[in-house]
Nanobody, 115 residues
């Protein structure tokens, strides 16, 4: 059974940093592109960052230069380093394969950027 378990969210002031982690159980990890997604209240879920099985990365324009996605295939874990956080980054953050699959959505981790 494949499970995605996110952690690392919290409350941070504007300009601060957080590092999100996503542990993936099951044997699919190293074969798939993985992504971080976020959903703010009243908004649709959006893709924030993607990393392919080969390590190529891509980001939505709003986070370019501030967020960094990485993966550790030995630990079956994908990370999202978030720097220079802004209030508009406030959302629930999720990881999944890319393109996402409905059955892999986890509980997410809440990130709140506020002074």
């Amino acid at each position: 059974q494949v499970q995605f378990v996110e952690s690392g969210g919290g409350l941070v002031q504007p300009g601060g940093s957080l590092r999100l982690s996503c542990a993936v159980s099951g044997s699919i990890f190293k074969f798939y592109a993985l992504g971080w997604y976020r959903q703010a209240p009243g908004n649709e879920r959006e893709s924030v960052a993607v990393i392919t099985s080969g390590g190529t990365t891509n980001y939505v324009d709003s986070v370019k230069g501030r967020f960094t996605i990485s993966r550790d295939n030995a630990k079956n874990t994908v990370y999202l380093q978030m720097n220079s956080l802004k209030p508009e980054d406030t959302a629930a953050y999720y990881c999944n394969v890319h393109p996402s699959r409905r059955e892999y959505w986890g509980q997410g981790t809440q990130v709140t950027v506020s002074s």
